[in-house]
């Protein structure tokens, strides 16, 4: 399959795969907690409210298999996410620091494996929309969970469904980009590929040295094959729309040009719009669409996923926003009405003045055209859309190159597609911390 098929197509119904399973907004990480599944609930019925769904073909992805899982994460590791409940913790306590489970960040719930499953589907069938060629755009909100390592949870995150779906995509694009616009670091991501030249990791983030999680600094630039394969764009507290655009379409110019990739994998973290619960930046949800307009242009395939976000009213807002762009669908600023209207009070509104004059900013010109030239030499050393003979597969995964048959599409095990598409209500309990 080459890219060339899809140049010149435009972005009908039958291009843009939407997945969504109803049951997956009901999981509840516990009282208290910053990421709420629930807000996968409202986003979903904002898409519906403004007739997005009639331009999507929407899907109901199957669970993940476990052999699916491990083709990126260690199996002792997969294992342990499938016995432990909250329940039996007690029992497993001598793993869970191994595992990084049990503390604040990343709670033992009630069905935390089959949540992992339910997501990580998601954005493996998207990828396979795409290799397939039956769609040009493939959009799983409820994925994006870029934190988690090979053999361990980290950040709110469990199963890395972003490296895997990156890996279905490997086999049939020769280079993949990934592309984070979460506040936080896309670390977990750009370890699992910080060896390979056939996946470009980007990444835009808040970084300090001390913010979560630590990692993202200019110089960590990939290793061995994959030197130079790994663009940090650190950034500081209170960035603009126009400071972000200017960097995001500066940087990302540079790297489809020399990089090449036949496709491209978005991370849509909504933590780094203004107001966030956990964020720092300052950007509007038009700011923060403008970056899934721009990569869309390209008119190569495309994967949205999620992330961050814990103002949930927010990430309603914006996930849908940027759905309407994908779709090429104007939406009316005062929104329609849907069951979880309250939420968006006092203003009712898709694009609310959620901006701070008096944030902070420490984002000069002069500190953005610093970062922008050095990524720019790194660029340098990259051979311009090398030769699928010269790149390498990430150490780790080695079923890649075993030349395993990849499930048919439309198989028993496949998606199923959903033509009676509806509204859902499956908001749990401390759910309306908004």
């Given at each position: 399959?080459?890219?060339?098929?899809?140049?010149?197509?435009?972005?009908?119904?039958?291009?843009?795969a939407?997945?969504?399973?109803?049951?997956?907004?009901?999981?509840?990480?516990?009282?208290?907690h910053?990421?709420?599944?629930?807000?996968?609930?409202?986003?979903?019925?904002?898409v519906?409210?403004?007739?997005?769904?009639?331009?999507?073909?929407?899907?109901?992805?199957?669970?993940?298999?476990?052999?699916?899982?491990?083709?990126?994460?260690?199996?002792d590791?997969?294992?342990?996410?499938?016995?432990?409940?909250?329940?039996?913790?007690?029992?497993?306590?001598?793993?869970?620091?191994?595992?990084?489970?049990?503390?604040d960040?990343c709670?033992?719930?009630?069905?935390?494996?089959?949540?992992?499953?339910?997501?990580?589907?998601?954005?493996?069938e998207?990828?396979?929309?795409?290799?397939?060629?039956s769609?040009?755009?493939?959009?799983?909100?409820?994925?994006?969970?870029?934190?988690?390592?090979?053999?361990?949870?980290?950040?709110?995150?469990?199963?890395?469904?972003?490296?895997?779906?990156?890996?279905?995509?490997?086999?049939?694009f020769?280079?993949?980009?990934?592309?984070?616009?979460?506040?936080?670091?896309?670390?977990?991501?750009?370890?699992?590929?910080?060896?390979?030249?056939?996946?470009?990791?980007?990444?835009?983030?808040?970084?300090?040295?001390?913010?979560?999680?630590?990692?993202?600094?200019?110089?960590?630039?990939?290793?061995?094959?994959?030197?130079?394969?790994?663009?940090?764009?650190?950034?500081?507290?209170?960035?603009?729309?126009?400071?972000?655009?200017y960097?995001?379409?500066?940087?990302?110019?540079?790297?489809?040009?020399?990089?090449?990739?036949?496709?491209?994998?978005?991370?849509?973290?909504?933590?780094?719009?203004a107001?966030?619960?956990?964020?720092?930046f300052?950007?509007?949800?038009?700011?923060?669409?403008?970056?899934?307009?721009?990569?869309?242009?390209?008119?190569?395939?495309?994967?949205?996923?999620?992330?961050?976000?814990?103002?949930?009213r927010?990430?309603a807002?914006?996930?849908?926003?940027?759905?309407?762009?994908?779709?090429?669908?104007?939406?009316?600023?005062?929104?329609?009405?849907?069951?979880?209207?309250?939420?968006?009070?006092?203003?009712?509104?898709?694009?609310?003045?959620?901006?701070?004059?008096?944030?902070?900013?420490?984002?000069?010109?002069q500190?953005?055209?610093?970062?922008?030239?050095?990524?720019?030499?790194?660029?340098?050393?990259?051979?311009?859309?090398?030769?699928?003979?010269?790149?390498?597969?990430?150490?780790?995964?080695?079923?890649?190159?075993?030349?395993?048959?990849?499930?048919?599409?439309?198989?028993?095990l496949?998606?199923?597609?959903?033509?009676?598409?509806?509204?859902?209500?499956?908001?749990?309990?401390?759910?309306?911390?908004?």
């Amino acid at each position: 399959m080459t890219v060339a098929r899809f140049r010149g197509l435009k972005h009908s119904k039958d291009q843009v795969a939407y997945f969504l399973n109803e049951n997956i907004s009901a999981f509840h990480y516990g009282e208290g907690h910053p990421m709420k599944p629930a807000r996968l609930a409202l986003t979903h019925n904002l898409v519906c409210a403004y007739g997005l769904h009639k331009k999507m073909t929407a899907f109901r992805p199957r669970a993940a298999t476990e052999d699916e899982i491990t083709s990126f994460h260690e199996a002792d590791y997969v294992e342990f996410l499938k016995r432990i409940t909250p329940d039996n913790v007690g029992a497993f306590s001598k793993y869970l620091h191994k595992f990084n489970l049990g503390v604040d960040d990343c709670p033992v719930f009630d069905g935390l494996y089959r949540f992992c499953s339910m997501y990580t589907g998601a954005s493996l069938e998207a990828a396979r929309k795409l290799t397939s060629g039956s769609h040009q755009i493939a959009i799983n909100w409820s994925g994006g969970l870029h934190h988690a390592k090979k053999w361990e949870a980290s950040g709110f995150c469990y199963i890395n469904d972003i490296v895997i779906a990156i890996l279905e995509l490997l086999r049939t694009f020769p280079r993949v980009v990934y592309v984070d616009i979460d506040v936080h670091h896309g670390d977990g991501v750009q370890e699992a590929f910080y060896r390979s030249n056939r996946v470009m990791t980007v990444s835009f983030h808040r970084y300090d040295g001390t913010f979560f999680p630590g990692t993202g600094d200019l110089s960590e630039r990939g290793a061995g094959p994959g030197s130079n394969f790994a663009i940090n764009v650190p950034l500081t507290t209170g960035i603009t729309d126009a400071q972000y655009s200017y960097i995001f379409k500066a940087i990302m110019t540079d790297v489809m040009a020399k990089f090449q990739p036949g496709a491209i994998v978005l991370q849509c973290g909504a933590d780094s719009l203004a107001a966030d619960r956990l964020g720092s930046f300052n950007l509007s949800i038009e700011g923060h669409g403008a970056c899934v307009k721009f990569m869309k242009s390209f008119n190569i395939p495309l994967i949205l996923v999620g992330g961050g976000g814990y103002t949930v009213r927010n990430v309603a807002r914006a996930w849908t926003y940027e759905t309407s762009i994908i779709t090429s669908s104007p939406l009316e600023n005062q929104l329609p009405d849907n069951p979880y209207m309250a939420y968006y009070a006092p203003d009712y509104l898709l694009h609310p003045p959620i901006q701070d004059s008096s944030i902070p900013n420490g984002n000069t010109r002069q500190k953005l055209d610093q970062v922008r030239e050095k990524v720019a030499e790194y660029l340098r050393y990259v051979e311009s859309a090398p030769s699928v003979m010269m790149q390498e597969i990430p150490p780790g995964v080695e079923k890649l190159e075993q030349g395993l048959e990849v499930d048919k599409v439309e198989d028993e095990l496949g998606d199923m597609r959903v033509d009676d598409i509806g509204l859902f209500y499956p908001i749990s309990k401390d759910s309306g911390n908004q």
